[in-house]
């Protein structure tokens, strides 16, 4: 786990066959996300999404082979390639109602109303404007992006990619946990740097750090000391 960003010996990778499939889906994605738009893109469901595709020729209809890689890398069991959390969203169709969750315009993600943004507002009740909200809720189409951006950068190698985020399914934003960070830190925060912000130790003095992705856990996933779990 120390090397969690380079490539290890038995990695698993999307197989040479369906390789031209999975390059234009991820691209069909981003597009996806463009055209929807950064904050909406988090919240947007499967079914949705696919409209949407249909419906703009800049995005394009995803085609069969696409729509059928995505449900195989959706309903594949992780631990094949090295993931071992548990799956929070259990349908690749599951849907986030936007009547559940609040829009926080400063970051331009959203928290779930019942769970997380309480906790959210007391950390900043506590700690001012120096933390900050760098990851909310996250459906099934963001976690697709955010995983597959990060297996096409590595050459389709799905257990890199599954180091460092959960894959579309798994992921606890889908949940209610959020990632906070140190207001004006940028992508550091995502990095073993933010434990020596001010952000990082406020937040472990006020006991809000009961983390999800430990130092050395079994779930196959790197340190994530940003990462707040609410359940
Ligand atoms: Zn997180």
Redesign the pocket.
């Given at each position: 786990m120390k090397h969690f960003d380079s490539p290890h010996r038995d990695d698993v990778r999307i197989d040479r066959a369906g390789y031209q499939t999975f390059r234009s889906m991820v691209k069909r994605l981003n597009r996806l996300e463009e055209m929807a738009g950064h904050g909406r893109f988090h919240i947007l469901g499967f079914d949705e999404g696919i409209k949407l595709a249909r419906d703009y020729a800049f995005i394009g209809e995803f085609s069969r082979d696409e729509l059928n890689l995505m449900e195989d890398l959706f309903y594949r069991d992780a631990a094949e390639y090295g993931f071992f959390g548990d799956k929070t969203l259990t349908g690749i169709t599951d849907r986030i109602n936007r009547g559940d969750v609040i829009y926080i315009s400063e970051q331009g993600n959203y928290l779930y109303k019942d769970r997380s943004f309480a906790i959210f507002k007391k950390i900043r009740q506590q700690t001012g404007d120096n933390v900050t909200l760098t990851?909310g809720v996250r459906g099934v189409m963001k976690q697709f992006l955010l995983f597959l951006n990060k297996t096409y950068k590595n050459q389709g190698n799905l257990s890199l990619a599954s180091r460092s985020l959960a894959p579309p399914g798994y992921?606890?934003?889908g949940n209610g946990?959020?990632?906070v960070g140190q207001a004006g830190f940028g992508a550091l925060n995502f990095t073993e740097k933010f434990i020596t912000t001010d952000a990082y130790k406020n937040l472990y003095d006020l006991g809000y750090l009961t983390l999800?992705?430990e130092l050395d856990n079994s779930v196959g996933v790197r340190f994530?000391p940003?990462?707040?779990r609410i359940t």
């Open positions: 990851s992921s606890f934003h946990d959020f990632d999800r992705y994530e940003w990462h707040i």
